[in-house]
T-cell receptor, first 107, second 111 residues
Framework: GIQVEQSPPDLILQEGANSTLRCNFS?????LQWFHQNPWGQLINLFY???GTKQNGRLSATTVATERYSLLYISSSQTTDSGVYFC?????????FGTGTRLQVFP | EPEVTQTPSHQVTQMGQEVILRCVPI?????FYWYRQILGQKVEFLVS????????KSEIFDDQFSVERPDGSNFTLKIRSTKLEDSAMYFC?????????FGPGTRLTVL
């Protein structure tokens, strides 16, 4: 089956710093989503991005489907950005989640 | 903004007991899913449901699990005889076409 790997596994930042999270997948996919899992465990949709670039406030994402990777950029990080970031790819009907990047932002 | 809701938020049960987890998907969505996340691990697919039948299920979704859409709004996951290893966060999701939207989850603890 499709393998989804994320890097780095852990990231510690000071408030205001920028970061780039990476998602690699092992096969062609129809769809890719980025999620933020907050400290309460909720999965928040960030982007639906099968290809190209999207921006939403301080966050942006780029997927290069032909090279099988996606990047999530967080600029001017805030403490509320803390949590785990997952990418997930669609295989047939289901989402296959990556291993996640745990982000901690300190004031 | 429409959202997926789940009840209960927490469920504690004894091993061997049956549990039913409930979800109300977004009203005009046609595709429904259950996922689970064991503490500290990644989210895993359990089952997808479309047109009143299972469209795909994972190896985890064995005979102890079942899903149902008993009416036009609810979508349920039943675990017939819970095991200790069923302790996890269970997420319901729904989609209209592309993006899957997740509910807040039910944390199931099996003692």
């Amino acid at each position: 089956g499709i393998q989804v790997e994320q890097s780095p596994p852990d990231l510690i930042l000071q408030e205001g710093a920028n970061s780039t999270l990476r998602c690699n997948f092992s096969d062609s996919v129809n769809n890719l989503q980025w999620f933020h899992q907050n400290p309460w465990g909720q999965l928040i949709n960030l982007f639906y991005i099968p290809s190209g670039t999207k921006q939403n406030g301080r966050l942006s994402a780029t997927t290069v489907a032909t090279e099988r990777y996606s990047l999530l950029y967080i600029s001017s990080s805030q403490t509320t950005d803390s949590g785990v970031y997952f990418c997930a790819v669609v295989n047939t009907d289901k989402l296959i989640f990556g291993t996640g990047t745990r982000l901690q932002v300190f004031p | 903004e429409p959202e997926v809701t789940q009840t209960p938020s927490h469920q504690v049960t004894q091993m061997g007991q049956e549990v039913i987890l409930r979800c109300v998907p977004i009203s005009n969505h046609l595709y429904f899913y259950w996922y689970r996340q064991i503490l500290g691990q990644k989210v895993e697919f359990l089952v997808s449901f479309y047109n009143n039948e299972i469209s795909e299920k994972s190896e985890i979704f064995d005979d102890q699990f079942s899903v149902e859409r008993p009416d036009g709004s609810n979508f349920t996951l039943k675990i017939r005889s819970t095991k200790l290893e069923d302790s996890a966060m269970y997420f319901c999701a729904s989609s209209g076409k592309d993006t899957q939207y997740f509910g807040p989850g039910t944390r199931l603890t099996v003692l």
